[in-house]
Structures are given as structure tokens and as C-alpha cells.
């Protein structure tokens, strides 16, 4: 099927409901109340953007800063009805090409690990994978139920590299 057109724009003030909405309608991934609250509030706090489809709000993705060179997705999501129509690889491009303009190397994102076993979260890893992040470790940070598996991509391997001259 071919992909629809949508439109990526910033998240706008008060509107994190839309990030909880997005969220709460994919309990395969989002299980757990106080991580939806916490996202739904990072969403505010940290840079937000919107995936739209006539005129609603379909997807998102919240990132911030780790360090003078990496950054991270913090948390995503597109509604069930839009998977596998391009809106998940916009979002992140969307958000390299912004972070290769701000001299921004590397992007890491961390997701369910492949320690515990989970169909969805595979599919999850395989998005990841096919955009080109790499496993770089899977860790207890969320604890020993909840692996934690940090990917990572290097921006300028991607392709869309910014310019060398300063
Ligand atoms: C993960 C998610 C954001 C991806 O968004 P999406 O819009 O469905 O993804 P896209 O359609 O943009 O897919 C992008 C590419 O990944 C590929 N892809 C998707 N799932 C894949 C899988 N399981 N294995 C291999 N490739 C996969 C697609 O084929 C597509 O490839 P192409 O662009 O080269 O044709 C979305 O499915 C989602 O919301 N999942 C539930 C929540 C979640 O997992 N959030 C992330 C938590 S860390």
C-alpha cells in the first residue's frame, strides 16, 4: 500500500495529551501507567514532534541531549492503524537531520532487550535495525524483568552527513 502523506511539525504547548492518546492506544508496548505519564510528561519538557495525518496527530517522538555529541530518542510511537507506512522512518530522520545540523554524532535509543522475549518488541528492534542503529549493550538499568537494550547510530555513517567545513 502506498504510504500517506503526513506531515511532522513540533509538539505544541498542552498538547502532550495527544503523545498519551498515541501511547495508550499500543498496551503491547505501553503496559506500564507511570511510564506513560513519565513519557507524556518528558514529552512537554523535552523537544517533541508530532506525526500528523489529516490534521490529527498520528505519532511521535521525544528526544534530548546526552552529551556535546549524542542524543537520545527518549520515546516513540505511531498509532497501530499507520504502522508500516513510513511514519516511524520520518520521525527519525526528521530528528537526525536536525541533530546532524547541530553537529550531533551519535543517537542512541534504548528498548526492550532480546533477553526477554517478546514479539512486539522485536518488531520494535527490527524498525530500529533497519534505520540503522547498531545493539551496543543490553544492561538492568530498567531492572532484571525489564532488559534494557541500548542501540545506537553513528549520524554521519548515514548518509545525510553534514557539511566537514566548521
Ligand atoms: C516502532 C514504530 C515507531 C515504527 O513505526 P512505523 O511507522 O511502523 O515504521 P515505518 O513504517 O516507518 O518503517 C520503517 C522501516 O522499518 C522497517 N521495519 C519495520 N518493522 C520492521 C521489522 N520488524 N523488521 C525489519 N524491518 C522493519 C520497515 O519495513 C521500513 O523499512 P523501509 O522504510 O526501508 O521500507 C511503530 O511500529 C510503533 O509505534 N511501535 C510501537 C511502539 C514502539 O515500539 N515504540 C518504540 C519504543 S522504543
Redesign the pocket.
Given at each position: 500500500m502506498a504510504s500517506k502523506p503526513h506531515l511532522i511539525r513540533p509538539l505544541a504547548t498542552g498538547e502532550a495529551s495527544a503523545c498519551e492518546r498515541i501511547m495508550r492506544s499500543?498496551p503491547e508496548?505501553f503496559g506500564i501507567e507511570e511510564a506513560i505519564i513519565a513519557y507524556a510528561r518528558a514529552a512537554e519538557k523535552m523537544e517533541t514532534y508530532i506525526a500528523e495525518a489529516a490534521g490529527n496527530p498520528i505519532g511521535f517522538v521525544t528526544m534530548n541531549q546526552r552529551s556535546p555529541v549524542a542524543a537520545e530518542i527518549h520515546a516513540?510511537?505511531?498509532r497501530r492503524e499507520?504502522?508500516?507506512?513510513?511514519?516511524?522512518?520520518?520521525l527519525v530522520e526528521h530528528v537526525e537531520k536536525l541533530l546532524i545540523g547541530r553537529s550531533i554524532e551519535y543517537l542512541q535509543?534504548k528498548?526492550l532487550g532480546p533477553s526477554r522475549l517478546d514479539d512486539n518488541y522485536e518488531?520494535?528492534r527490527?524498525?530500529y535495525?533497519?534505520?540503522g542503529f547498531q545493539p551496543l549493550e543490553e544492561n538492568n538499568l530498567w531492572g532484571e524483568v525489564n532488559p534494557c537494550l541500548i542501540m545506537v547510530k553513528h549520524l554521519r555513517c548515514s548518509g545525510a552527513h553534514a557539511s566537514t567545513s566548521a
Open positions: 499500543l508496548w516513540m510511537a505511531v499507520y504502522h508500516g507506512r513510513g511514519v516511524g522512518r520520518g535509543v528498548t518488531r520494535t527490527g524498525f535495525r533497519r534505520l
